[in-house]
């Protein structure tokens, strides 16, 4: 699934509150967002609605967004360090992966009728299928955080946890510290723990894809 920015309201329509600035002096991850209707209630969107309006072409295809409890949340950019981990990470659990195990590289993960996200990983059972991934099939979502840490750490994992998602790793890319959540409920991850990059990362259902995070070596 694309990513979806909302244009910012603000910055298109004079007299709210400030002077519109010229495009090229607006932050690029601002162009589509907006907080006019902050305390307002909002529109809630379903999954359906969205996919619907991909196909249609209203909302473009390289659009990044993630879809919670309704709301049309933008992905913050990724950076050089992000994506170096993310590449490698890729590599070696591509180069280890056993027959009965997959992998889905920034996947469309839905989560509910009006929620989803898009983990750097998910790993599921190739019996259960791509098509029908979903909170109960899924064995191991991985987000790899760097601007968007305290999101991933946070609002995002009590997301995953009330969802369902049976194991969720939170991976810092500047530090190479991973947290560990697990045993998922409606409060949040009742097992929660922190590896360091020279220690062990261990996949239960496939030990041949655990690793040190500082044994990887670099894209």
Known sequence: MPAFRLRRLRDTLPGMNEIPRPPELRPPDLLRTTQAAEGLMRRRFSV???????????????????????EVVPMSPKGIRHETLKVSLNMFWAAHLPPEIAIAPETTF?????????????FYRRADGLAALSPAT??????VADSSLAYDLHRKSRIYAAAGVRAVWVIEAERLVTHVHARPG??????????????????????????????????
């Open 138 to 143: 899924a064995l191991l979502a991985v987000e």
């Open 186 to 219: 409606i409060d949040g991850f009742a097992e929660q723990r922190t590896v360091g990059p020279d220690e062990p990362l261990r996949l239960d259902f496939a030990d041949d894809l655990s690793l040190r995070l500082a044994d990887l070596p670099p894209a």
């Open 110 to 122: 839905r989560l509910s009728p009006d929620s989803f996200v898009e983990p750097d990983f998910v």
């Open 48 to 70: 359906a609605e969205i996919e619907a309006m991909v196909a249609a072409g209203v909302i473009p295809e390289d659009e990044r967004f993630e879809l919670i409890g309704g």
